[in-house]
């Protein structure tokens, strides 16, 4: 037979999900591996959210693109109890907010400015869309909103070149640094995107895992709400990543309707609609039941210890550790360590660190290089089984009195 005369486009696997088949390999060697580096919550479905499901099971029928109607109506009650009203009409369900997000980009059908560092996936979906990602850094201590001083100059300069940039990406808590930007620093970027004319895609799907009960993440919604799109998922707070349901709230006005109608465009030639079981569950969780509302508040305040622990000892250890303040992440930054562990291990990059970790220590973390930034930072998920023991019924406990 006569090989093909081409390759197939060369797209990696994401590097969350790689570490993770890293961690399967070395499982199926029978070595016993710490996985630290997908972002998973380390706590279990709650058994009301399951048996929502299961009363649904029977539910095989095809939706409505956007989504059910008791769906929409949910999200959207959840989303005008945190400050933002929103019509049902605003809101498009998916099969996690991952592949909206990825629907939003097409729909967009431009370049997109994305935070230095920013999860994983932004600028690789940007690169699958066609666009540019363009990365500009965070203000020091205040991850997941590019610099409001160094996007203008950053936008300008694309533009420049010809590229058609036509939204920023922000992400409140942070994933990977496990902080939030300040009230200031978001109002100053829907300055900038108003005079710009950029969008403002805000991914808020740790939104209700901020570790200090007494603070809110800021959302742009707030501040320039003619053109942020939130996207928010049952994925972290809830735990259910593996029942693929997200949504998003699309901003009001013309854009914003229109930009729902390209959404939903994109969404019928990819998924159709989002799970229906999924959605019911979901509508279930949106409208934010007693039992969940207390789950919810419990992970929060396991994941706040567990992170700040963990950050404590990474902290004394020598490394640079921003202060975790939402999310389950910390990103000790091994710089001011560089020196000894290249001495003492022969490592000189995160990359290198992050292969040490799983080979010799079976831990598994991702470089910072995954998320486009610094050489010497690690992301790691804090992982409840460090504190409160590696069993479900273990963390339950655990969730009953957290420390
Ligand atoms: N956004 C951020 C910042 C994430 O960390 C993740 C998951 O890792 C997602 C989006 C995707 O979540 P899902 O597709 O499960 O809703």
Known sequence: ??????????????????????IARKRREGVRVL???????????HPALARELGAAAGRGGYGPVAGSAALRGAAAGYWSRRGLPTDPSAVVAGPGSKPLLYALLAALGGDVVVPSPSWVSYAAQASLAGAEPIRVATPPGEGGVPSPALLADAVVRARARGRDVRAVVVTLPDNPTGTIASEDAVRRLCAVAREQDLVIIS?????????????????????????TVVTTALSKSLAAGGWRLGVARLPDGPFGRALRDSVLGVA?????????????????????????????DRSRRLHAAVAAAVADRFTAAGARVPRPEGAFYVYPDFGPLRD???????????DDLTGLLLERYGVGVLPGSSFGDAPSAL??????????????EQRLTALASPA
Do not use: C, K
């Open 340 to 350: 000894a562990l290249a001495d003492n291990h022969g490592v000189r990059t995160a």
């Open 379 to 392: 992301r790691m998920r804090v992982a409840p089984s460090l504190l409160y023991g590696e069993t479900d």
């Open 35 to 45: 996985p630290l580096g997908f972002g998973e919550a380390g706590i279990p479905i």
């Open 268 to 296: 019928s030639e990819i998924w159709s609609s989002a799970p229906a079981p999924m959605q019911h569950a979901a509508a279930y969780a949106f409208a934010e039941p007693p039992e969940l509302v207390e789950r919810v």
């Open 1 to 22: 037979v006569r090989p093909l005369p081409f390759e197939p486009r060369r797209v990696p696997l994401s590097a969350t999900l790689a570490v993770n088949e890293a």
């Open 203 to 227: 991914d808020e799907i740790y939104r209700d895992l901020v570790h200090d009960p007494a603070r809110t993440a800021p959302s742009p919604a707030r501040h320039a709400p003619e053109r």
